[in-house]
């Protein structure tokens, strides 16, 4: 996800972004055990802040 958003940055022109990932699965926990957010640097070197849901 990382390595996809950083080309549409790029792209843009931008020097940060967000990624927003949601579970899915059946089985996944309840919302309030698996929501988190994180601040990551893109393999090209973009702040990216991750949200997890």
Request: hydrophobic share 40%; proline share 4%.
């Amino acid at each position: 996800g990382l390595e996809q958003l950083d080309g549409y940055l790029a792209r843009l022109g931008q020097d940060e972004g967000w990624l927003v990932i949601f579970d899915r699965r059946e089985n996944a926990p309840e919302l309030e055990e698996r929501l988190k957010t994180e601040i990551q640097v893109s393999p090209m070197g973009r702040t990216v802040t991750v949200i997890r849901a």
